[in-house]
């Protein structure tokens, strides 16, 4: 449930054309997609025996450079030229972004698991490549994330992301009914880039009272937009499905009862990064919006998420995007 993420890219609704103008893209562009692609469901499989490409692994130069129709010389000068960082330095921030998400959000994963995860040997190992991104041991960073900088080290994946992304498909967007939901609902306030202090307290709070994903529906309320809305004044929900009454205890620590209205949604999936996920928002109200005919209702948009990363690998990710309708 990374909502620093998508809350940086969410979009204003514009009053542009109904249709997207995505450029054709290049060859290139088009071979080093595919790369990207690879390169995720390579990872999906486990991570290495190193964190370095070896040869003998569906990462190695030669598979890689195989899949983008380039000789490994050419290939590796390519990929850096095109998006800024080596193939090397790409794999490792993926991997390094999922390790510092189940260090600041899943507090019950030991930092060897996570470290085994991020494809090194041990905690060492892991410790000293954290540190070269992140300026502290993984085990700090744990205990007192900087949240107003912990996602800065990515911000070139966020580009790589949003230049291979697939466009975002109006035309999947299907109506449904909502049924009325009762959630305890817990507001972040401020900049958006501190969300995840937000997060990490909703976390706790749901495990407290068992409140898991699986059996209680996750959602947030995109209040406001971070692009038109001064940093101290932005505000996003974060909510989970439950009829449980809310106790003073809970209340003091800023939960309140908040019911998402019934009624008729327009719903669009999102499959992939919150990184992009502002643009899939942006796509519902510029592309579908406007040649569908509906009036958007009183309630804000809902993001309701499906799956989570890091518990899924971040092109894994699920969220469905509900723009009530009047």
């Known amino acids: ?25 290049s060859d290139i562009a ?20 190193s964190p370095e490409i070896r040869d003998d692994k569906a990462l190695s130069l030669e598979t890689l450079a195989g899949i983008a129709a380039f000789s490994v010389f050419h290939f590796h000068r390519q990929f850096a030229a095109f998006y800024g960082m080596n193939v090397g ?6 991997r390094m972004r999922r390790a510092a998400h189940m260090l600041a959000f899943r507090q019950d994963v030991p930092v060897l698991q996570i470290a085994l995860d991020a494809g090194y040997e041990g905690p060492e190992s892991f410790a000293r490549a954290f540190r ?13 994330t900087d949240w107003d900088n912990w996602q800065a080290p990515y911000d070139g994946l966020q580009t790589i992301r949003r230049n291979t992304m697939t466009s975002p498909d109006h035309t999947g967007v299907s109506i449904i009914e909502f049924p009325e939901t009762p959630t305890a609902c817990l507001d972040h ?6 969300i995840g202090e937000t997060i990490q307290r909703f976390i706790a709070w749901r495990k407290i009272h068992h409140l898991h994903p699986s059996k209680h529906a996750t959602f947030n309320i995109v209040w406001c937009n971070p692009d038109d809305t001064p940093p101290d004044e932005f505000r996003m929900g974060l909510c989970v499905a439950t009829k449980r009454p809310l106790t003073a205890e809970d209340e003091k620590a800023c939960l309140y009862p908040l019911i998402i209205p ?25 592309d579908w919006l406007p040649q569908s005919g509906e009036t958007p209702g009183d309630f804000p948009l809902v993001f309701q998420r499906v799956a989570f990363f890091p518990d899924v690998p971040d092109h894994q990710a699920v969220t469905d995007i509900l ?4």
């Open 1 to 25: 449930m990374m909502a620093q993420d998508q809350a940086r890219n969410q979009q204003s609704q514009p009053s542009g054309h109904a249709i997207m103008n995505v450029p054709a893209k």
């Open 30 to 49: 088009r071979r080093f997609d595919r790369v990207i692609a690879h390169i995720d469901t390579s990872l999906d499989t486990g991570p290495d025996a």
């Open 89 to 94: 330095q790409y794999i490792r921030l993926i």
């Open 132 to 144: 070269q991104i992140h300026g502290i041991a993984p085990r700090d960073f744990r205990k007192s």
């Open 189 to 194: 306030v401020g900049p958006p880039a501190r």
């Open 262 to 286: 019934a009624g008729r949604y327009a719903k669009l999936r999102h499959v992939g990064s919150d990184q992009t996920l502002g643009d899939s928002a942006l796509a519902l109200y510029r």
């Open 323 to 326: 723009l009530p309708l009047a």
